[in-house]
């Protein structure tokens, strides 16, 4: 054996670019950690302040809110921050763009598996108290428990990572385009959105659009909210390939 096979035995492996991007986007873990669940347990008090306030004013009956979506719209902020504050960095790491996207999916990936864990367990106590002893609910809508602990978890992780992708190719158009563009996209989409209510609400449709959710349920639309993710991702991914640093 040589001493050229000696050192190419003796070489480290190489590291993983993908993974320094990751390990970039935690450099700061209030974005991607603590701030999230910042948002999600203050929502739960105010929640719990919400349904004290009822119970005192005489409410009865199970009560149900959907103060666990919370983190989901700041999802939407970390997407624009993945971008917006990591990615010079990550061109003068010298890391692709490609690398950058992936990596920025993955941490992403990482922050909503911990929240969507953190929103499972919730679930799983409110059902072992009732309610917290008083048949009220934070995490546990019934619709969406109705697939079981696994379906509900995954519907909060897609719906999640959905969101960070929103924010993210806002991102991308903004520093592709500029502010203009981006303003016109934001109002392109809401005008679909309001075209869309628009044309259902004229069709006398509302019927028929509330028995296909309910018939599609939570695993369906769960479904349908990977491939408007994975589309997204795809679209991000191409301006960001056109975006100067």
Request: aromatic share 14%; net charge positive; no cysteine.
């Amino acid at each position: 054996m040589t001493a050229v096979d000696l050192g190419r035995r003796h070489q480290p492996a190489p590291r993983s670019r993908t993974l320094d991007v990751v390990r970039l986007q935690f450099i700061n873990t209030q974005t991607f950690v603590w701030v999230p669940l910042l948002v999600l347990g203050g929502s739960w008090v105010i929640t719990m302040l919400i349904y004290w306030i009822l119970r005192t004013a005489g409410v009865e009956g199970a009560i149900v809110g959907g103060g666990a979506q919370a983190p989901l719209w700041y999802f939407l902020v970390i997407g624009v921050q993945a971008l917006a504050l990591s990615f010079p960095f990550s061109q003068a790491m010298s890391l692709t763009r490609r690398e950058f996207f992936v990596g920025s999916l993955a941490a992403a990936a990482v922050s909503a598996l911990g929240m969507a864990v953190v929103f499972v367990l919730l679930g799983l106590v409110e059902r072992a108290t009732d309610g917290y002893g008083w048949e009220s609910y934070f995490a546990r809508l019934p619709w969406v428990w109705e697939g079981g602990a696994f379906v509900a978890g995954l519907g909060y992780f897609v719906a999640t990572m959905l969101m960070f992708v929103i924010g993210f190719w806002f991102a991308t158009i903004y520093k592709r385009f500029g502010t203009a563009a981006l303003t016109i996209v934001i109002f392109a989409v809401a005008l679909a959105v309001l075209g869309v209510v628009a044309l259902v609400t004229w069709q006398r449709a509302w019927p028929e659009v509330w028995e296909w959710i309910l018939t599609t349920g939570v695993l369906g639309l769960t479904l349908w909210g990977i491939l408007l993710t994975v589309v997204l991702a795809a679209g991000s991914y191409l301006t960001l390939r056109r975006m100067p640093v």
